[in-house]
């Protein structure tokens, strides 16, 4: 039976992650953690299991491994792109040495680890369009450094020490329920948010800047495929590409006036943000994943934004 524990579990994908785990596994099968209790996720943490961890701290990373006698780590614990720019050392500090931590500690207790790589894991020397799974990684900013060196990291505990470590390259990922933390394709989800509230948003991305995004639904569905995948198909151990879509900003604008026809977006540029998105693949080939664990997004553009839409005007409690 799985018994997983999920790190960073307050965060955008952790808190989504957690819920759904919770209902396929079972509540008490399922370990939220997080370094400290955030206001709002009183539900999810009085749904199951919770407890308080820095993924620094293998002591106690190590004694809830024990107590709850985890088998599997999904390692959510991040800082993302923008504010990595802003703590460098802080962001190596989280990525890194908690993901070596977590590998130390997965070693000694025989556990699977699931850790998310993303397409900052690429560079400007990348090949920017159907950008293949194996090829120049050169990235230019922390978070990046961090990603290609955790890529790296999981295949060397695969291959020299047998933990059966997992992981996508994430792309922007959209969600109405948790707000993304300080990365470069978070305009993609508060333009909803400024949709819904203003009809107009002012975006930091400029006008044909493409990247890759993703629905939320496919993102969990991606994580939890990818770990129930049989290991004799996996062929890649971290991190697989993974798409679902590829737009920019008036490509996105386009598809919310389907909805909301008297919508309007203009730019207010953020020149680091603006430098980071530049530096990444504006679309990924992800043959291997179709290919080793039957990986099949189900959300385009135009179904995302209609989903987004109705939920958040639930939750924001927008009338029209
Ligand atoms: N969404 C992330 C970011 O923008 C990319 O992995 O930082």
Not at 36 to 42: N, T, V
Not at 79 to 107: D, F, H, R, T
Request: overall charge negative; hydrophobic content about 35%.
């Amino acid at each position: 039976m799985r018994k997983i524990l999920i790190t960073g579990a307050l965060g955008q994908i952790g808190s989504e992650l957690a819920e759904e785990m919770r209902k396929i596994y079972g509540s008490d099968n399922v370990v939220a953690s997080s370094r400290r209790i955030k206001e709002g996720h009183e539900k999810l943490i009085e749904s199951g299991p919770f407890e308080v961890i820095n993924v620094n701290d293998p002591e106690t990373l190590a004694s809830v491994v024990d107590k709850h006698k985890i088998n599997t780590i999904v390692n959510l614990a991040a800082i993302l792109s923008a504010v990595g720019e802003k703590e460098p050392q802080q962001c190596w500090n989280i990525n890194m040495n908690g993901l070596y931590n977590i590998l130390e500690i997965a070693k000694e207790k025989n556990c699977m680890v699931y850790t998310p790589s993303s397409i900052a894991a690429f560079g400007p020397a990348t090949p920017k369009d159907n950008t293949p799974q194996d090829t120049i990684q050169r990235p230019t900013t922390m978070y990046g450094v961090t990603k290609v060196a955790g890529e790296l990291l999981c295949d060397y505990y695969y291959k020299r020490f047998g933990v059966d470590t997992r992981g996508v390259r994430f792309p922007g990922l959209i969600s109405y329920k948790t707000l993304p933390g300080g990365g470069t394709t978070d305009y993609a989800v508060h333009i909803y948010y400024e949709a819904l509230r203003n009809k107009k948003y002012s975006s930091f991305i400029q006008k044909g800047t493409y990247m890759d995004m993703m629905y939320m639904p496919d993102a969990l569905r991606a994580i939890i495929n990818l770990i129930e995948a049989a290991p004799d198909r996996l062929k890649h151990r971290n991190a697989f590409n993974v798409s679902a879509m590829s737009f920019e900003p008036e490509m996105l604008a386009e598809s919310i006036r389907k909805f909301m026809p008297e919508f309007k977006l203009d730019y207010d540029v953020d020149p680091i943000r603006q430098e980071i998105a530049d530096s990444w693949p504006n679309s990924l080939d992800d043959s291997y994943a179709r290919e080793e664990w039957d990986w099949n997004p189900e959300y385009d553009l135009d179904s995302m934004t209609k989903d987004m839409l109705e939920k958040l005007r639930i939750k924001l409690n927008i009338q029209g």
